[in-house]
């Protein structure tokens, strides 16, 4: 079995496989998943679209059940932020409300939740948004709130599908920076898909790489460059890494 860098895994999937079964016959999503995820630890998932890339995902935070095989957390449970591929922000909450959602729902909402809400707003640079509603954000805007939501409650496991996927490329930029930042400084574990491979080496301790469908793990690349990563972009062995993710995924 694959282990993550820092030895004591938070999440271990043993042998998962899920399978869908729809009105035009059983899907073999996932296959033979073995890995585990270190605590502290950054894993980004690659690979091509419909691989069950987000069907991970959702087994990790317990959304799927696995149809064989099973996902062991440490100490029984895992506290997690998650920022789904579609924004899932609620449309009758503002900018900092949709942020602060699980203190609306557990009434603890206080002043010190908006101010957190807030700073968070300042950070994935919502300035000035934090009263409007989803339905007046770009598609970028909504993304960055549902990581500012995924981030709020500090989890021990963050997991992100996609999050930066509509961004235009200089605020996507400056994100995958401050992401990398946040997470040098609090080292929670991230599990983070994407389809950008620069912004897995940019992010990732490891890189998993997924087979087409049904998927499974073809490849792992570790990202053995000092951090910052994004201090590193010009560094020949970033580049090489981009070229060997780049070739993975060709096949
Ligand atoms: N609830 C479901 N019911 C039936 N089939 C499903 C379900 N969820 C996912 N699938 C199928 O499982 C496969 C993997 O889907 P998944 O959403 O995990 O892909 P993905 O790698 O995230 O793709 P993308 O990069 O396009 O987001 C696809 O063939 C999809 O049709
Ligand atoms: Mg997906």
New binding site residues.
């Given amino acids: 079995m694959s282990t993550g860098t820092s030895g004591q895994a938070l999440v271990t999937f043993e042998d998962v496989h899920?399978s869908?079964?729809?009105a035009s016959g059983e899907?073999v999503?996932?296959q033979g998943i073995s890995q585990a995820i270190g605590k502290g630890e950054f894993v980004a998932v690659i690979?091509?679209?419909?691989?069950?890339?987000?069907?991970?995902?959702?087994l990790l935070c317990g959304l799927?059940q696995p149809t064989r095989g099973r996902i062991r957390y440490s100490g029984g449970a895992v506290d997690f932020g998650v920022a789904f591929?579609e924004h899932r922000l609620l449309p009758w909450m503002t900018v900092e409300d949709n942020i602060a959602l699980a203190d609306h729902m557990t009434a603890k909402f206080s002043k010190a939740s908006r101010e957190r809400a807030r700073d968070l707003c300042a950070l994935v640079g919502l300035n000035g948004f934090e009263k409007r509603m989803p339905s007046e954000l770009s598609g970028g805007m909504r993304q960055r709130t549902s990581f500012a939501r995924a981030m709020y409650a500090k989890p021990e496991l963050l997991l992100l599908?996609?999050p930066f996927g509509a961004l235009d490329a200089l605020t996507r930029e400056k994100i995958i920076a401050d992401a990398e930042r946040i997470w040098l400084e609090r080292r929670f574990t991230a599990f983070l898909?994407t389809?950008s491979i620069d912004e897995a080496v940019q992010l990732a301790d490891r890189v998993l790489v997924?087979s087409p469908?049904p998927?499974r793990v073809a490849a792992e690349i570790t990202v053995d460059l000092p951090r910052p990563h994004v201090r590193e972009r010009s560094n020949p062995r970033y580049v090489q890494l981009c070229d060997q993710l780049r070739r993975l995924l060709e096949i």
Wanted: aromatic share 4%; charged share 25%.
């Fill in positions: 899920k869908f079964h729809t899907t999503a996932l690979g091509p679209s419909g691989c069950g890339k987000s069907t991970l995902l959702r799927e591929q599908d996609e898909i389809h997924l469908r998927g």
